[in-house]
């Protein structure tokens, strides 16, 4: 079982910047993928940003040269830092961890989400 806790969402301008946190219960390091969504009610869920074990991302066209995902290993934590925020990234973004376990079954968990709202 892995415990996934997002903060950092919040209001901000157009044009503004944010950071979003996703703090895990375990060492990520061990986590094959971790990834953020987002959600607006209404559509359909998003995929953001995917940061692999071996520290490789992928990010969604809508969000790409904007957003910027990372991991600190010492930390047991993977960012989000969003740039240049514009009104349609306005959603509750969640994290999630890919984990592999000893019987080779895939597992995947999702934080409780955290709202980012971009409006002036």
């Known amino acids: 079982q892995v415990q996934l806790v997002e903060s950092g969402g919040g209001l901000v301008q157009p044009g503004g910047s944010l950071r979003v946190s996703c703090a895990a219960s375990?060492?990520?390091?061990?986590?094959?993928?971790m990834r953020w969504y987002r959600q607006v009610p209404g559509k359909q869920r998003e995929l953001v940003a995917t940061i692999t074990s071996g520290s490789s991302t992928n990010y969604a066209d809508s969000v790409k040269g904007r957003f910027t995902i990372s991991r600190d290993n010492a930390n047991n934590t993977v960012y989000l830092q969003m740039n240049s925020l514009k009104p349609e990234d306005t959603a509750v973004y969640y994290c999630?961890?890919?984990?592999?376990?000893?019987?080779?079954?895939?597992?995947?968990?999702w934080g409780q989400g955290t709202q980012v709202t971009v409006s002036s």
């Open positions: 999630t961890a890919d984990i592999t376990d000893g019987l080779g079954k895939p597992w995947r968990y």
């Open positions: 375990t060492m990520i390091s061990s986590i094959d993928a």
